[in-house]
């Protein structure tokens, strides 16, 4: 081939003649310049065929000529095919125009080296304005494997939508190639290798190139022996050491116990281990909470109207407070759930202020009812309607009207930012009028760079398309239109922008209805749709929350109650102090409500839904305690003393598990999400609160209702009475339950072993379980399950191909001199940085699992490449190029001042056809120069994640940031300190607290578990029994940990909380049982059954079963987030401290419990007085309180 045949088509003439010498010195100086000393003879090209050939070559540098490598060899292929003086030997023209004789198609022969050679030494070139690898500008989307992949899209003529004037059939094999009888030679000319030392290329082109790459510190591999992990053998050698010893201690009691038979001595279950007499052991501390509180209940009891009076004054006075405070609800996401100290969110706002906010992003996902393939006509149409409806939607905002235009964000002046599939066509009319509209669509999706249009960027197939497709275009799942409108750091300038979103809801949810009748799904999301939709009062939860209430009241009057007879039902009933105990509940809430809106501290609708929830879960097992000692007191003595007796014995116990709880609770205000850490603080003042009102207000109602019933009136109408009855009082199912049966069964010797060895067994596997914890709070689990954001969520997880965009900002490195630019420039140097910026990101990317999808879009690398663009981007005093292309392979660079007036160009001039690489569009916003001192104050490098679907993967791709960024800074050093830089990413700061989540968890639930010991050690006055209730606490939050790993509740400042409140409620399980055994003489299991037998039933009724009530309303909550965090924890809670506390401890206590007897005034008998089936049998006699309190 040789001239020009048509050079309009730019097709070359078909001859076959022999090679010409070279004979003008000109056009030989050009084709070695161009193809190498090779052709410094002989050539098949003529001055023409050299100008045009040698302007395409200008214009692959600018997408290859970052690899000297990668650029000679593209040179050698195409030299090879234009100029070549042996083209016969390895080409053969297979058509011609014979009207012309211009070439349409032709064989080129090459050896498999020589084309994967090609391929390998440009595969790794990244343009880094698209974030896209080099090679894909040439093939577009077409999945290339190998080198024939790459050559057979080279060889593609136009009319096959390729590059190439006339089709090129590369043939690339090894052996010789016979072609309609001609054999042709492969040609094996020399391929460099991208780290060739002639021709070597920089390290973000060319992984070879490259330094090694850094241990990448995150998802090291597991410490392993034989396969199996070592925690797990761990434990399972624990576990075992454990059943053995269990094991042998139950044949030594069954020896014990045999030997005792023989010798004729008490049983082996009285006493197992230890023998001895058995020590009485005082108090100053017990004895003195005792007192305080025998004389608050009868000042109480004896003043039973004052304290009624001055307790509904105060409930009043926090009532008004409300109308000179102005009640408060905090709905900013921001503010919700992210900590104002979090070092992200710092990062965050420096972000915003210095290169602006991220845009608010309105987004619609497209997909079809049946899931096919949505590449559908009437589908694309709808589409466009859509698109076409929003340009036109306006809104009304302080009597002016405002369209999109007024806020959309514009990378080009004069159009919006609008991310669509509808940017396949120009228009909507050239759409309706395409003929072929799916050859449109591929043709655009395959090679975007044949749909530019003038007035906007090109097409990202993987933004605007979704689906699991790979390179198959044609068969997505979904259509993606993401509309960009500005934001600002100063929120009162939203408010426009807030109007028309909330229009756009309105229209979007009517377009649902409609485009569902049709066979498509619309799901949506505006800026503003999250904080609307999580702060959005579902009147569902009102409904639950005053069932729970009513059920509450209902279940409290009847386990309150002690009918004798049905004559006597509505004088045994206790439905006006069931209603009373409830409505302290309420009030306890209403204080707390009143007492942080005082100071000013924000509720939140989680705080207004849940507490009234949790605090009545756990604010009314204490009357349960109180009535059921008050109704085993003697009813001999006077209802005061009663009433002051029973407080005095239960006080102590309620008052551990008000301050464990409280302070369980306080301790959760340290928490650094505010909403929890807010949450926290309103339930320990409600819980702490709701205990003073308890042993105030409760005790005196209760004193009012035992008079009515001892004068034999009807509850709730106490001015009626009834004619004297007997009244025969009798213990309840539940105690006659626990007296016995419960507690005769554990004292069996075989069923406290079998429970030794099943608790130890499911404990060990629960700390297996805890390293199957799940992290993370899905956003979708906060949200009401109606709401139109889970539907969205879902789509996004399934649909979208790319995931967010990341950012590396560096501040104060002056890249306007050498340094700066050797660090942050990958491509422009001989002497090439191997690690920077671009560099060492590009490494860890190919070789470690970084969760960064694409290469990083340098600004200064694309600045460089405008100033030495050959069709003269960058032009000076309007003749000269700014800088020449070899520019591209300087050893000096570009400093000061002079840098900076290009950069201002650079930064303002809008890229088109002839400039692609202007900065406007990708840049503008992205560098802040200081043309004053000569300096750039800060910039940033974009680049994008994988698709994060998993909470998991949103971790994992924070913690990916963080490394690569702390490698970064460890190879760059100025002035022996590490540049500053930092990533961020728009989701950082939601993410940052799970970082550290698993220590803040281990943190706060050991100062908790700390604090429950040294309240038990000290209210209890035993050493032994405060390390029995700690263990308890750690056993039930171990098997609550694994509960939550099988049951899909994920560890997070929500679950971190619950397991607090976890702690603190299970002191309640665990604390009146250990109390009740203390005080009680006999042997360990005696002591056991008998504690059992006093309490059991308060704790199984009045703890376990108000709660369960309490906790199993919440199923009927909309919200996810209160059906996974708050009932699924809760009723594990519960039952967990069921089973701990009526089951385990006391087989505990049977085992380990003290030999001593805690007595109070020294008086050796036990605290509790049953009261008898007879009422006439009553022991009148009262072994706690000294006769001096008679």
Known sequence: ????????????????????????????????????????????????????????????????????????????????????????????????????????????????????????????????????????????????????????????????????????????????????????????????????????????????????PDPWPINKSPCLIAEMRCSTLFLIISQSIFLIIIFIAFLISKRIEKWKENVEVESIESEPFIFGTQKLKSGKLNDLSHRLFYRLGLTMARHPYKVLSITLFIVCLSALSFLWNE??????????????????????????????????????????????????????????????????????????????????????????????????????????????????????????VNCLYGDRAPLMPEVVLGGKIGNQFDQASAFITTILLNNYVNKTRLAPAEIWESNLRKYLVEKKVELAEKGINLSFSTESSLEIELNKNNSANLVAIILSYLIMFVYVQIALGRFSTWKRVFIDSRGLLAFGGIMIVGFSILISFSFFNAIRLKTTMIIAEVIPFLVLAIGVDNIFILVHMFDRTSHNLSIEERIARALGRSGPSILLTALTETAAFSIGGFISMPSVSSFSLYAAVAIFVDFILQITCFVSLLTIDSKRHLDNRIDCFPCVSLPKSSYNFKSSILHRYMKNIHSRFLSKTRVRYSILVLFTTTFFASLYGLFNIQIGLDQKVALPSDSYLVEYFRNVENHLMIGPPLYFVVRGLNITDQQGQYIISSKFWKDANIYSLNAIIETNRQVSDTMIATPVSNWLDDYFVWLSNPDGCCVDEETDFCMEPEFRFMNESLKGEKFLSYLSQFLNQVPDESCPSAGRAAYSSSIVPDYNKTTIVASNFRTYFNVLKTQNDFIQAMKSANAMTEIIKRHNKVNDEPIDIYPYSIFFIFFEQYLTVVQTALTVLSIVTAIIFVFSFLLLQSLSLAILITLMIISILVHLGAIMSVWDITLNAVSIVNMVIAAGISVEFCSHI?????????????????????????????????????????????????????????????????????????????????????????????????????????????????????
């Open 327 to 448: 009640f408060q609800v905090e709905t900013d996401p921001v503010k919700l759930w992210v900590s104002p100290n979090s070092e992200s969110l710092r990062q965050k706002e420096y972000f915003d202020n210095t290169f602006g906010p991220f845009y608010r992003i309105e987004q619609l996902i497209f997909t079809t009812s049946g899931g096919d393939s949505i590449v559908q006509r009437n589908v694309i149409d709808e589409v466009f309607k859509i698109e076409m409806d929003i340009m036109k939607l306006k809104a009304e905002h302080q009597n002016s009207t405002v369209k999109i235009n007024d806020l959309c964000f514009e990378a080009i002046p004069g159009r919006c930012m609008v991310q669509t599939v509808t940017d396949v066509w120009k228009d909507y009319d050239t759409f309706k009028k395409s003929s072929d509209w799916k050859s449109d669509f591929n043709k655009c999706t395959e090679t975007p």
């Open 1074 to 1190: 250990t109390r009740a055994y203390l005080v009680t003489i006999g042997s360990k299991i005696e002591r056991m059954q008998q504690a059992l037998s006093d309490f059991g039933s308060s704790v199984l009724s009045g703890i376990t079963l108000t709660k369960l009530f309490g906790v199993i309303v919440l199923l009927l909550a909309p919200s996810k987030i209160f059906q996974i965090f708050y009932f699924r924890m809760y009723i594990s809670i519960v039952l967990l401290g069921f089973l701990h506390g009526l089951v385990y401890l006391p087989v505990l206590l049977s085992f380990f419990g003290p030999n001593y007897v805690l007595v109070t005034k020294h008086v050796p008998f036990s605290e509790v007085d049953d009261v008898p089936e007879d009422e006439d049998a009553i022991n009148t006699s009262d072994p706690i309180i000294g006769s001096d309190e008679q």
């Open 1 to 212: 081939m040789k001239g020009f045949c048509n050079p309009k088509k730019k097709l070359y003439c078909a001859v076959d003649t022999e090679p010409v010498p070279i004979t003008d010195q000109l056009f030989k100086r050009d084709l070695i310049k161009l193809c190498g000393k090779k052709y410094d003879r002989f050539a098949c090209c003529d001055k023409e065929q050299l100008k045009y050939f040698s302007s395409q070559m200008e214009r692959a540098r600018l997408i290859v000529g970052d690899c000297p490598a990668c650029f000679e060899n593209f040179k050698n292929v195409w030299c090879s095919a234009t100029c070549s003086a042996s083209q016969s030997d390895f080409m053969k023209v297979n058509e011609i125009d014979k009207r012309d004789n211009s070439v349409l198609k032709l064989t080129y022969a090459v050896t498999e080296a020589y084309a994967d050679g090609l391929f390998d030494s440009c595969k790794q070139i990244t343009l880094g304005m698209s974030n896209k690898k080099a090679y894909e500008f040439i093939t577009g989307n077409t999945p290339v494997r190998n080198g024939k992949d790459f050559l057979d899209i080279l060889g593609r003529s136009v009319d096959e939508k390729g590059n190439s004037p006339y089709h090129i059939s590369f043939v690339v094999q090894d052996d010789d190639v016979n072609v309609n009888d001609t054999i042709l030679k492969p040609l094996n000319n020399k391929m460099h290798t991208c780290f060739d030392e002639e021709y070597k290329c920089n390290c973000v082109d060319c992984l070879g190139s490259c330094g090694p």
